[in-house]
């Protein structure tokens, strides 16, 4: 059995996981790529013999609506920052940024076509660092792991960008959906966007919306499975595809 999960925010992919596996004490349950704690969005769980379909499904396409400001830089990449966060001053003209405070210095707010230039060249692949503070395994190793312990390794990988469409657009914050091969971190495109353009590039929300054939705005007959998350009530969205 497959089921399609709407995970909600501030919970691991392990723990949905280990929330589920109270609920079909009897079986094996695994999960198909990896969600941070921040996003929320499909999830794929598969239940007993199933799990041979993760194989799979691992490597399907993905979609994602993302929102980045450009008036922050962590270490993570995003709002889950491990110990380093740069806030830059907005520079305020009649009540809009226009700009944002590097090293002493203001970068202009990018228009929307030097974004989409900039976008454009994302596409069909590009070579991206991969975040140190990932769940991506290096010598048996967690990055994350690695990372905190103060062992940052920097690593470069080819993603795939199929497509994008811009959602919303108000400085120092870029909403849009983007259209990704297997192994795209969402992170990496961020923050290369905000060095292509001269300015800061953080990943502030982020939710997946489909898996190859599987789109959460399609699936039917959701049903509502109730969990306690610290002393709060707690439903996660989920149903049999």
């Known amino acids: 059995m497959l089921l399609a999960v709407d995970k909600?925010?501030?919970?691991?992919?392990?723990?949905?996981?280990?929330?589920?596996?109270?609920?079909?004490?009897?079986?094996k349950i695994w999960h198909s790529w990896t969600l941070d704690p921040m996003a929320t969005g499909l999830m794929i769980l598969a239940l007993d013999k199933d799990t041979k379909k993760l194989t799979e499904l691992i490597w399907l396409d993905k979609s994602y609506i993302a929102t980045i400001d450009f008036s922050k830089v962590t270490d993570t990449r995003d709002m889950e920052f491990w110990e380093k966060i740069t806030n830059y001053e907005l520079q305020i003209t009649n009540w809009k940024a226009t700009g944002v405070e590097m090293e002493g210095g203001t970068a202009e707010a990018p228009s929307l076509g030097e974004i989409k230039k900039q976008l454009d060249k994302l596409i069909p692949s590009y070579d991206l660092p991969l975040p140190a503070f990932s769940a991506k395994k290096r010598a048996g190793k967690r990055s994350y792991d690695e990372a905190r312990a103060g062992n940052i390794i920097e690593e470069n990988k080819v993603m795939k960008v199929h497509g994008y469409e811009i959602l919303n657009y108000a400085f120092p914050t870029l909403q849009l959906r983007l259209d990704v091969g297997s192994g795209t971190y969402i992170r990496s495109i961020w923050y290369r966007l905000g060095k292509q353009l001269g300015i800061g590039g953080t990943l502030i929300q982020l939710r997946r919306t489909s898996i190859g054939k599987y789109d959460i705005a399609t699936i039917k007959n959701w049903e509502n499975l109730h969990n306690r998350y610290k002393e709060k009530e707690e439903i996660i969205p989920f149903a049999q595809i």
Request: aromatic share 16%; hydrophobic share 35%; net charge positive.
């Open 8 to 27: 909600p925010g501030r919970i691991t992919s392990f723990d949905v996981v280990r929330i589920f596996k109270r609920h079909f004490p009897k079986q």
